[in-house]
């Protein structure tokens, strides 16, 4: 066996190496039980700490939004004063920050999911953990000390593997959180940068790396419609902006502006 | 034998199952080891519903070792290539 056989030997490995610390039958008993409550506990705090880390990303998601509604308003002053540039600028910003937010939310709901199975396993493993410290008492009194030994070992490797298997499944939890709270940061940084304290400062001065990476990624055509959308409804006209892009794209993109203003993030 | 589907069950196998499972199990590792993600997808389930449709469910009040521990359904591609180069991605289960 391959994947299977290379995950049980790990775990077993690890299992054993509890077990043998113990020498008598009793002793195992109560080391295995005893070291099961701990995990328990770590269990539970596991499940705090994913908590705890979903709560800060929907709270970054907040910013973001709070980010985003003021970049559009700074888009929409640039251009009434005229400073198209500086506009295009904020709106790729704001799309890119749209584009986090749209991925961040369908994480945050799986991570929800999840949080919800690890809070049933560490009930299940409550009542394993229970189940164990019974049968650990019925062994005590009926076996003599080389069969207790088997079946302890039995026993606690049977709850040792439900152990495995919540904390595997808690360590991809926080993977993904950690994960998730990488690129918020990231985003959080682009917001930094990306929302103007003074307009006349940015206007004409050149690129930065932020822009740069902004333009690659590739959020253009959207941008180009919602500029002639805010044009359009400051009555500039869209004029001088077919003879800015002097592209097929613009135009076709101004025609379904209309279309597009329900729906931005599609 | 035993075999227990990370986050799903234990369930109980007659022996004559353990070569076909095992079959199935190398083409998982040979799907992986190839970087065929397609492959791996399409073995990895068979080999979890195999293990499903040919095993009797273990009680939940059994308290019994497994001889094979299989990843959860939705362990991803990449993360089985953790499994065979890396240390492996199962944390320690009594020391933690």
Redesign the interface.
Known sequence: ????????N???A??S??LDKAEDPGETLDYSYQ?QLE?LQ?VKKGIADVVTAKKRLQLQNDKHQQAMLKLDTQARQALSAGQEDLARTALERKSAIQTEMQSLDTQITELENQQQ?LIA?EQ?LR??VE??RT?KETIKAQYSAAEAQVRI???A?????S???V??????AVDKTEGMRARADAVQELEAAGTFEDLTQIGGGGEDDIDRQLRELGSGSQVDSELERMKAELGTGSAPAAELEAGADGAASAEKAPQEEREPGA | MIVRIFNDRQYRLDEHHYEPLNVIDDAVVAAVDAGDEQQYRAKFDELLAFVREHGVPVGDEDLIGSDVLLPPDDFSFAEAGQEFTGDGLVPDPADA
């Not at chain 1, 066996?1 to 049980?8: A, E, F, K, P």
């Not at chain 1, 490797?157 to 593997?161: A, I, K, L, P």
């Not at chain 1, 904390?167 to 991809?172: D, T």
């Open positions: 066996m391959g994947l299977g056989g290379r995950m049980s790990t775990i077993k690890k299992l190496r509890v070291k995990n770590n199975a396993s299940k009542t394993k189940q164990f049968k070992s039995e026993a490797t049977g709850v040792g593997e152990m495995a298997e904390g595997m499944a808690m360590q991809r």
